[in-house]
């Protein structure tokens, strides 16, 4: 299976903040890499898909990059109802894996 | 406006079985794979498979295999994920989550609780 590995594991930020999140894959995934966003208690949400194509929906402040085994997620301004825990995804082979997750706080 | 319903908590006794349905509505039900990924309190999330609700074709993570399966009913476009031999470590939220396309999933159920206790 292909191992995902975010950092950081947490973060703290205000808004306003533009802040990074990175994504390292344990092979090469080409450009097959997903980002969600999930509140407590609720599902996860779609955010990027294939690297750095934005879901229908979500706002620009949002945006993604990389190739092959690294990628980042971007948010260029950090607005309140963004404090939330991030999530990448491989979907280049079966089973797809998830990172552990990138908690943003306050 | 495409919506995954899922249905409501449970709670097993180890070594029972639990199955979690999946309403589908607003979109066509036999376009796009359904998918199950789990999430045990504080932790991340796992996936344990799909199906095909067209063809009925399955897939199941390797760690499932055996313990999981996955089935739809297409007159009522519902799916439904019946975990067998449960153990406590099965306690998680159990999500489905439709494809946008592959591996990528671009809407998602509320989550079902299903609590393994004795």
């Known amino acids: 299976d292909i191992q995902m590995t975010q950092s950081p594991s947490s973060l703290s930020a205000s808004v306003g903040d533009r802040i990074t999140v990175t994504c390292r894959a344990s092979?090469?995934?080409?450009?097959?890499l997903n980002w969600y966003q999930q509140k407590p208690g609720k599902a996860p949400n779609l955010l990027i898909y294939a690297a750095s194509s934005l879901q229908r929906g979500v706002p620009s402040r949002f945006s993604g990059s990389g190739s092959g085994t690294e990628f980042t997620l971007t948010i260029s301004s950090l607005q309140p109802e963004d404090f939330a825990t991030y999530y990448c995804?491989?979907?280049?082979?079966?089973?797809?894996?998830f990172g552990q997750g990138t908690k943003v706080e306050v | 406006q495409v919506q995954l319903v899922q249905s409501g908590a449970e709670v097993k006794k180890p070594g029972a079985s639990v199955k979690v349905s999946c309403k589908a509505s607003g979109y066509t039900f036999t376009g796009s794979h359904i998918h199950w990924v789990r999430q045990a309190p504080g932790q991340g999330l796992e996936w344990m498979g799909w199906i095909n609700p067209y063809s009925g074709d399955t897939n199941y993570a390797q760690k499932f295999q055996g313990r999981v399966t996955v089935t739809r009913d297409t007159p009522i476009t519902t799916v439904y994920m019946e975990l067998s031999r449960l153990r406590s470590d099965d306690t998680a939220v159990y999500y489905c989550?439709?494809?946008?396309?592959?591996?990528?999933?671009?809407?998602w159920g509320q989550g079902t609780l299903v609590t393994v206790s004795s």
């Open positions: 989550a439709k494809s946008r396309d592959g591996y990528n999933f671009d809407y």
């Open positions: 092979q090469r995934i080409s450009l097959y």
């Open positions: 995804q491989q979907s280049y082979s079966t089973p797809p894996t």
